[in-house]
């Protein structure tokens, strides 16, 4: 995949960044001596061991061993390979890469991810729109503002609502030029047995699904009555595959290296409400058994885990396959317990987060004694 990044192209994406200025991005580094110093990105530490040399453009750890230029900082921060972090950096010194000479086959899968990537981004705006502008989304508003949510965390997390009709997501998408094909593709409609495309949500209030570079890659749909299902996931889609992707990775990675432990909630509620209130380290699994994929995302970000799954899952045998999983992956596993019937949302709305933090998170327990 190399291949078609000259070499001269990474040298002038090299040659445009300072070192010193793209790492203060992730740690504060100050002036010492010829060099500069910090906290380490890499590893978890009270004391500066982090060293960057604007002379050589290199920076070292002294703690962990970690070491390297813009690119591979760029790697392991942003979990990129070297020709993505080489784009990552070029696309924001807005130097041009020469495309890549792509098969046939390869530009059509190219297209299509870039068109999915568009439907789902014009979607998200148009459930935001019928959330805050229509008289229907008046009830979803007050669905979620009655949960606890504030505005600001509505908006950072992008929620919006599918209106009840069975075509009006369609319909808008088509008068914007996209085809019902490719809006089923995009997972955002399904199609009946008659052959005529219907709206997938409907009636729900919307979750988008971001990839670590924000990208929106499905959704998820949570009814506000009794009705079932209670939620309601994009199908697999060229861009969104479950078992590669964890709820709010996007937003949670950096509060999870800075602490080194991350926190694994099932739903997205539970995520949602854990950020408004400043815990920011938390991602969701969408499903109790976390997969190979999952565990070694997870373990990139943090070292230490802490599942906090709704008391009724935390026993199930696909939780405890999830949680072998993550011991194999290298993560030192804690599980939270929760009293019986509740799930972490409810608990942190009712007792507050403070109370989560020290009665739950703290008194996780580590794999081995939760198993006894
Ligand atoms: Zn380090």
């Not at 749909?221 to 299902?229: I, L, N």
């Not at 230490?304 to 993550?326: F, H, M, N, P, Q």
């Not at 409810?346 to 109370?355: L, P, Q, S, V």
Request: proline share 4%; glycine share 8%; net charge positive.
């Amino acid at each position: 995949m190399n291949d078609f990044l000259p070499e001269d192209t990474i040298e002038e994406v090299r040659q445009h960044f300072d070192l010193v200025e793209v790492i203060s991005g992730y740690t504060s580094l100050k002036k010492a001596g010829r060099n500069y110093t910090g906290l380490c990105p890499f590893h978890s530490e009270k004391t500066p061991s982090f060293t960057v040399s604007p002379e050589k453009q290199l920076y070292h750890c002294f703690g962990c061993g970690a070491g390297g230029n813009v690119f591979s900082f760029i790697m392991s921060q942003e979990n990129l390979s070297f020709p993505e972090a080489v784009k990552f950096l070029a696309n924001r010194a807005g130097i041009p890469l020469p495309e890549r000479q792509l098969s046939e086959e390869g530009k059509k899968i190219k297209i299509l991810k870039e068109e999915l990537a568009e439907i789902n981004e014009l979607s998200m705006k148009y459930f935001r729109q019928a959330l805050f502008k229509t008289e229907m989304g008046k009830k979803a508003l007050s669905y979620l503002t009655g949960r606890g949510l504030d505005k600001e965390i509505i908006n950072k997390f992008q929620l919006g609502y599918s209106l009840p009709q069975w075509d009006k997501l369609i319909n808008f998408l088509k008068s914007k030029g996209y085809s019902q094909d490719n809006i089923l593709k995009a997972g955002l409609a399904s199609r009946s047995e008659r052959g005529s495309y219907y709206d997938r949500f409907r009636n729900r209030i919307m979750f988008p699904i971001f990839n670590q570079q924000n990208m929106v890659i499905g959704f998820g749909g949570r009814v506000m009555d009794d009705s079932q299902p209670k939620y309601l996931n994009s199908p697999e889609t060229i861009l969104y595959n479950k078992r590669k992707s964890l709820y709010a990775l996007n937003f949670a990675r950096f509060q999870m290296r800075e602490r080194d432990q991350a926190l694994v909630f099932e739903g997205y509620m539970d995520v949602i409400i854990a950020f408004q209130k400043g815990l920011e380290n938390c991602v969701a699994s969408l499903g109790t058994s976390l997969t190979e994929d999952q565990a070694r995302l997870l373990r990139r970000n943090a070292s230490k885990v802490i599942i906090a799954y709704d008391s009724d899952t935390a026993g199930e045998a696909a939780t405890w396959r999830g949680l072998d999983t993550l011991s194999s992956a290298g993560c030192r596993v804690k599980v939270a317990q929760l009293p019986p019937g509740q799930d972490p949302d409810d608990f942190i709305r009712k007792k507050g987060i403070n109370t989560f933090h020290e009665e739950i998170v703290k008194k996780a327990l580590p794999l081995i004694d939760y198993k006894l």
